[in-house]
């Protein structure tokens, strides 16, 4: 593959605004790790479903996009809520696997119900939105993944200024540095839980309302970014969100530079190599280091 | 102490022989049942050695499966070399791959979720890595050629020579993991299971020791890689590396008793033939529908017995002897 100028630039757009959208993923996933205590390997299938019913507002519906975010993320706030008080409430003091095995199950129902009813399919909502283009120079950038781009920043500095600024937001931080002693201080630990897992859930609400218009939907598309908010979860370091916000970024420029210097799908080896090398060495993230 | 039941030996003989006469009654489909169980028992009591005894859980073992697939079948349609040979071939792969996976991640002291997740990383890069190595046939994957009835080439008329095949391979796997956990080797196992900071101050290489372990269970693994390729006649990166088979590999362990002899094959003896018939019921109509089984089974046994089958199995009786027991001295006094 020839390289220039033009494609470098490219991929350089195309990963940022991408990066923005893993980020999103990710702070979902890694405010419910870090709470909790709890990888939810179902993380991806919410957000599968998350992108069905957006899909379905807009295609059936007629929705705008956009507007499907008032849908999607209490929803998937509900959704998180009662799976959590189903099946992870009653395992949250067991061994770290028997939860890994009880979310890998949940990701197992999901995806085979969503195979169930929608079939194999793969779907693409087309928008309005779909083919704005803007140029910059020889760069083609795409409005929706512009619009999910500033969109995933502010719903990720919202879910910020919750964590740090507001009464509840102190709460959920303060459960997940040292649970007994949230409890002493009169925090109700169990219902912070409840809150940090539905609000995890329903910030993959807003990123499938983002998504919809560029991003295709099928019964294992959650597969990919399940695998992708681990590795930007890991690489940022748990429960660091401004963290996440620049892993997303550095993930989303080696998938898209990478996949423009390297021939096939090969740059996804790459985005799995930097995991692994992350989690051997650097397992805290690479801003870590308060953390044990 | 684990006492076995006092007629276990004639049990387990009776179901030997019935193991071994079952393709001469059974149909075609009932032998694809039978040599589905056999295959994922194999694999689940393969991954129950690192997983179950050492306690290192791996979701990410198809890429020994995918190694062993992928080994012996491009040496058997490229150069003709017959599987039986081609699978240790891949089998001595896929040990120096879990020498050096288990060496990277022990040695830097990885454990539970991360541990997971290296495991999950390394099989999917695997899985994209081999998508785009045209040689092996890239995403499209490779066909075994089906060369007539030839038991060298481990190809057979009908199912039952695969059937002997892996039923011979689960009673080797399973008399190996029962050998190695009653060794001096397998109470360093679980020793590094149970407490790995009092089995190293005990003087246990608890590294070498969890090193050993996967590399045991990469070997198997790979061996039972060869088989699917053979009885399958039909490979690709995402059905041997993938995400499917790594979870279908520990499913069956976990539900059965993990770290126990007997688990991953009560596991799979319960679980597969539902899962199949189920399949074959809904299958035109829900596609995906034994896989839904597989997971709300999972769910269900993490939440309600999460022990598995064997586990659940052992505390019941655990209870009936300590009845039993306070009944007579209620009768003594």
Avoid at chain 1, 145 to 156: D, K, R, T
Avoid at chain 2, 158 to 186: E, N, Q, T
Wanted: include cysteine; charge should be positive; aromatic fraction near 14%.
């Amino acid at each position: 593959m020839v390289f220039s100028f033009e494609l470098f630039g490219q991929a350089l757009v195309t990963g940022i605004l991408i990066g923005g959208i893993f980020a999103l993923i990710s702070v979902g996933l890694s405010l419910i790790w870090g709470v909790m205590r709890i990888i939810n390997f179902a993380h991806g299938e919410f957000l599968m479903i998350a992108m069905y019913i957006a899909y379905f507002l807009v295609v059936k519906g007629g929705w705008d996009p956009y507007l499907t975010i008032f849908v999607t993320a209490p929803a998937l706030f509900l959704i998180g809520v009662l799976i959590f008080q189903s099946t992870i409430r009653p395992i949250l003091k067991d061994p770290s696997m028997n939860q890994i095995m009880l979310t890998v199950g949940l990701s197992l129902i999901l995806q085979n119900l969503a195979l169930v009813f929608f079939k194999a399919d793969v779907l693409t909502a087309n928008t309005a939105y779909t083919r704005l283009n803007f140029f910059l120079g020889p760069v083609v950038v795409r409005g929706s993944q512009l619009i999910a781009f500033v969109g995933s920043g502010l719903a990720a500095f919202l879910l910020y200024w919750f964590l740090q600024k507001t009464e509840t937001g102190r709460a959920i931080r303060a459960a997940s540095i040292n649970r007994d002693a949230a409890t002493l201080v009169g925090i109700n630990v169990r219902n912070t839980y409840l809150l940090a897992f539905g609000i995890g859930s329903a910030s993959l609400g807003v990123a499938a309302s983002l998504m919809i218009p560029f991003y295709y939907t099928s019964p294992t598309v959650g597969l990919f970014f399940g695998l992708i908010a681990y590795v930007v979860v890991v690489l940022g370091g748990l429960g660091n969100f401004p963290g996440a916000l620049v892993a997303g970024l550095i993930i989303g420029l080696t998938e898209s530079i990478g996949a423009s210097l390297l021939p096939g799908s090969l740059a996804r080896v790459l985005t799995f190599g930097i995991f692994i090398i992350v989690l051997l060495l650097r397992p805290q993230g690479i801003f870590g280091g308060k953390q044990k | 102490m684990k006492t076995p039941l006092k007629n276990s030996s004639t049990l387990l003989a009776l179901l030997l022989l019935m193991a071994f006469v079952l393709p001469l009654f059974a149909g075609e489909y009932l032998i694809h049942i039978g040599v589905l169980v056999l295959f994922y028992a194999y694999m689940a009591v393969a991954w129950n050695i690192l997983g179950g005894y050492a306690g290192q859980h791996s979701l990410g073992h198809a890429l020994f499966m995918g190694i062993g697939a992928y080994t012996s079948t491009y040496l058997f349609t490229r150069l003709g070399l017959t599987p039986w040979i081609g699978m240790w071939l891949g089998g001595a792969l896929a040990g120096l791959t879990g020498w050096f996976v288990g060496y990277l991640c022990f040695r830097y002291g990885l454990k539970g979720p991360y541990f997971a997740l290296v495991t999950i990383a390394m099989a999917e890069a695997a899985v994209y890595l081999v998508n785009n190595i045209t040689a092996v046939g890239g995403a499209q994957g490779l066909e075994v050629a089906w060369t007539g009835s030839a038991p060298l080439l481990m190809q057979f008329d009908g199912k039952s020579g695969y059937y002997y095949v892996i039923l011979v391979m689960s009673i080797l796997a399973v008399w190996l993991s029962s050998w190695l956990i009653k060794r001096r080797f397998g109470y360093q196992l679980v020793s590094v299971r149970e407490n790995e900071d009092a089995a190293e101050a005990l003087g246990v290489d608890t590294l070498r020791v969890k090193i050993q372990a996967s590399i045991i269970s990469a070997i198997m693994t790979a061996l039972g890689g060869t088989f699917f390729a053979q009885y399958f006649t039909y490979i690709n990166p995402r059905n041997v590396f993938g995400e499917g088979p790594s979870i279908q590999i520990l499913l069956f362990a976990i539900i059965g008793g993990l770290g126990t002899v007997w688990g991953p094959v009560v596991g799979a003896l319960v679980l597969v033939p539902v899962a199949e018939l189920s399949r074959g019921w809904l299958g035109g109509s829900f596609a995906g529908a034994h896989i839904l089984l597989y997971g709300t089974v999972l769910v269900l046994v993490m939440l309600f017995m999460p022990n598995g089958i064997v586990g659940l199995y052992e505390k019941l009786r655990g209870k009936m002897k300590s009845y039993r027991s306070s009944n007579q001295g209620s009768e003594a006094s």
